[in-house]
């Protein structure tokens, strides 16, 4: 993934995301076939209207019974599984694949079963923040101010975003009918 020290850069909406993530989704899909479920469009970069990372994260929802076998596929396409990098049920994927990395956008790929609390909190906080603009524009400008403020501090700037985002889950939940 990335480095603590490395710079956050954020861009305005682009609606080309929506594009880059389609060009994922139907390579994922042609590789994972039979045992993918779907991919998810997750995180600021499938909200509308919100300054992002110019990178996609998705969510590719399997059967946890099926791990080993999606993993074998990943690896075989030049990617190397992470762990869960410290969020459980969440399983993170690097690729190292120079020609893949030519050939999608720019993307960070997650592996989640269907029933993952992980895979649900990503979804909640992506519908959320779609039917709520101006939670979206406040999230907007908490991220720009603490990319002003806390510069080449990745680590720092993904800290300030915790309380915004407990926040915004805490609403999206009370917002549900569970």
């Not at 510069?151 to 609403?171: A, P, T, W």
């Amino acid at each position: 993934m990335h480095k603590a020290s490395e710079l956050v850069k954020l861009e305005e909406y682009n609606p080309e995301w929506i594009s880059w993530f389609e060009t994922i989704r139907l390579f994922f899909e042609s590789k994972l076939k039979p045992y993918l479920i779907r991919v998810e469009h997750v995180g600021s970069t499938s909200i509308p209207g919100m300054v992002a990372k110019p990178i996609i994260d998705f969510d590719i929802v399997i059967r946890i019974s099926d791990f080993e076998e999606i993993r074998r596929r990943l690896e075989n396409e030049g990617y190397v599984h992470q762990g869960d990098l410290g969020i459980p049920e969440r399983e993170a994927f690097a690729h190292e694949n120079e020609d893949l990395k030519n050939q999608l956008p720019p993307h960070h790929l997650y592996v989640c079963d269907i029933n993952s609390r992980e895979l649900h909190r990503h979804i909640m906080f992506r519908d959320y923040l779609r039917q709520h603009p101006d939670d979206a524009t406040e999230y907007s400008k908490i991220k720009l101010y603490l990319v002003k403020k806390h510069s080449g501090d990745r680590e720092s700037y993904i800290q300030g975003k915790d309380e915004i985002v407990q926040s915004i889950l805490e609403r999206a939940l009370e917002n549900t009918n569970l």
